[in-house]
Structures are given as structure tokens and as C-alpha cells.
């Protein structure tokens, strides 16, 4: 049996994933951020593909695996967050196995890199590998919270890849 926490893609601490969310919505980039922030909803008028976004974040210090278990199985889509700078976050996608087996259906996924205002060069080519084995990660993109840079290009994949998704729904052979 697997546990939880090694099936779930859970993103590792301090990467970022509090600033993107805070940064979205004020435009601007918090120097202080709670570990969590508040649940929100961004009106459809305001989206890229005019639909209302209910942003959920996370925090492993607060919330259990149980927890992180039923916001994922709420979820149209998952970002999963790394940070650019940071081997050991990257390394951590490479464990996780798609939610998808957990769940029995498929939920799209995103791999966001962030802190891209640290580092010179990219982390696609370590990425790229990761992305092409599991068909469920519908695309991902490098950004900065404090630069505001891709930021909402990303919320904008997040949308595009429940309302356009680019893989099967179901692949049962991947159940097994
Ligand atoms: P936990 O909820 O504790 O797991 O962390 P988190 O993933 O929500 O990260 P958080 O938003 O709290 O940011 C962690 C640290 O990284 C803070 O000091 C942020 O100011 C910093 N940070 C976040 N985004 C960026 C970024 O794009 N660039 C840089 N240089 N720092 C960032
Ligand atoms: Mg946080």
C-alpha cells in the first residue's frame, strides 16, 4: 500500500505557492504572506476564459494528508509548484505518481516553477522528462511571484486545461 503523502503530488515547503496566489489577485507581491492563504473566487469577468475560479491553496504545516486528499478530489485542476532555485523541489515531482491513480479519474496538473527571478537558466530540460511521462500534466510554465512575471499566464493554462484539455479524460490502462 502506498501511503498518502508519497501518492499525492505535494508540493514541497516555501516554494511559493501562498505569494503566486496573493500575487494573482492584489497584483502586487506580498513581502509577508500567511502559510495560507484564504479560499477565493476570481469572478468570471475578470478571468481570461470568463469563468469563475475558485482558488484553493495549501499548506503542509496546517492541513493533514486527509485534508490535502479532499481538496484534491474537488479539484478541476492541480498546480503543482516548484521552485526554479530549489533541487530539492524538483526532485520531489519526480516521486509523486499522477493523482489520477488515487482517484480513479483524471484530474490535469500543472507544473509551476517559480522564483525565476533567482536563477539565469531554465529548468524545462529537467522538467520536460517528468511532463512526458505522465499524460495528466497538461502543460508547464516558469514564473515569478515577485516579478509578476507569467503569473497570470499561468492562471490562464489552469483554465485552458479544464476547459480544453489536451489528454483523455480516462485511460484505464494506466490504472494498472
Ligand atoms: P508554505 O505554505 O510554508 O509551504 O510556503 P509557500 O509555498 O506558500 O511559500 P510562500 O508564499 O510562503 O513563500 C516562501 C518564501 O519565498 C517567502 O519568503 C516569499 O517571499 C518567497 N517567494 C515567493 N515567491 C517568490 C518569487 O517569485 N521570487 C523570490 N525571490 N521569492 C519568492
Ligand atoms: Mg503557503
Redesign the pocket.
Known amino acids: 500500500t502506498l501511503r498518502l503523502s508519497q501518492t499525492l503530488p505535494v508540493?514541497t515547503?516555501?516554494?511559493?505557492?501562498?505569494?503566486l496566489i496573493m500575487t494573482l489577485v492584489s497584483e502586487e507581491f506580498p513581502d509577508e504572506?500567511p502559510?495560507?492563504a484564504e479560499e477565493i473566487t476570481i469572478p468570471a469577468d475578470v478571468t481570461p476564459e470568463r469563468v469563475p475560479t475558485h482558488i484553493v491553496d495549501y499548506?503542509?504545516?496546517e492541513q493533514s494528508d486527509e485534508q490535502l486528499f479532499q481538496e484534491i478530489s474537488k479539484a478541476n485542476v492541480i498546480c503543482i509548484?516548484y521552485s526554479v532555485n530549489n533541487k530539492k523541489s524538483i526532485d520531489k515531482l519526480r516521486k509523486f505518481y499522477p493523482v489520477g491513480y488515487v482517484l480513479g479519474y483524471r484530474v490535469p496538473l500543472i507544473l509551476v516553477g517559480?522564483?525565476s527571478?533567482?536563477v539565469e537558466h531554465s529548468s524545462m530540460e529537467t522538467i520536460l522528462p517528468i511532463m512526458n511521462q505522465y499524460s495528466e500534466i497538461e502543460t508547464c510554465v516558469e514564473c515569478?511571484?515577485?516579478n509578476l512575471k507569467n503569473i497570470s499566464e499561468l492562471f490562464y493554462y489552469a483554465q485552458k486545461a479544464v476547459l480544453h484539455p489536451t489528454g483523455p479524460l480516462y485511460c484505464p490502462e494506466e490504472k494498472e
Open positions: 508540493s515547503a516555501k516554494v511559493g505557492k501562498t505569494s504572506v502559510l495560507r499548506s503542509e504545516a509548484v517559480n522564483k527571478d533567482l515569478s511571484a515577485k
